[in-house]
């Protein structure tokens, strides 16, 4: 599999930068994208055209991860793409129901050679995390969350692990949203993955400091622009 990165930045963007979406592409060409901050998909047009897409998986519906499904839904020959969201907040869910594709909920399935679990984050509002096995490969997205029980064990042997690392150290705290470096790192070690990409950066973070936090899992790599992992 290949991991495209097409935004990396959250909650909101730095100059230039691009919010929450990730493209895997398996070997045999399919495409599965992983949520749409806005940015995102002018990266996407870039690689593939949308409507070649297996399908859509949105973490949650917090706009820094949806926002460019709105000009998405603008495109041509995306009439029964599905779109695998939560239902909730509702005003995020309305909007999106009025796009051409056909929105499904976050339950195991398959998309094209794509195998998905689902695995419930916690966040302020409805979110997953996501499992996909494709090819003999397992890549597990943590969309965005803070700590959870049974974590560690869901991305258990992932060959590549994208984690939630949006609050460094001076800023974490446990009844927060987000994943700190550190804990990340932690979790990459005790779920025995190969690889850790860390990504929902702040913009005002330089990628070294996140780094430095992350010194528990060697190797571990920032998402940034143009990211691409062969895994
Ligand atoms: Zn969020």
């Known amino acids: 599999m290949r991991l495209h990165v097409l935004g990396w930045q959250g909650p909101w963007p730095g100059e230039g930068g691009a919010l929450s979406g990730y493209l895997l592409e398996a070997s045999s060409g399919e495409g599965l994208l992983l949520d749409l901050g806005s940015g995102s998909l002018s990266r996407l047009t870039r690689i593939r055209e949308p409507k070649s897409l297996c399908g859509i998986v949105l973490s949650h519906l917090h706009w820094d991860h949806i ?4 000009p998405l839904s603008y495109m041509p020959g995306l009439a029964d793409l599905p779109v695998l969201a939560q239902e909730e907040p509702f005003f995020a869910r309305k ?33 997953s995390c ?19 029980p049974g974590l560690a064990e869901f991305c258990r042997g992932a060959d590549l692990l994208l984690a939630d690392a949006g609050l460094v150290e001076s800023v974490y705290a446990p009844e927060k949203p987000h994943l700190s470096p550190r804990l990340c790192a932690e979790l990459a070690r005790e779920a025995g993955v190969k690889r850790l990409v860390l990504t929902h950066l702040s913009p005002a973070v330089p990628p070294e400091d996140v780094l430095a936090e992350a010194g528990a899992f060697p190797g571990a790599v920032c998402a940034g622009e143009g990211l691409r992992v062969d895994f």
């Open 95 to 127: 909007a999106l129901e009025s796009g051409p594709w056909r929105l499904l909920p976050h339950e195991d399935r398959v998309l094209g050679p794509f195998r998905l679990r689902f695995f419930a984050a916690r966040h302020p509002v409805p979110a």
């Open 67 to 70: 926002s460019d499904m709105f």
């Open 130 to 148: 996501v499992r996909v096995e494709c090819e003999g490969r397992v890549f597990v997205y943590t969309g965005d969350t803070n700590t959870v």
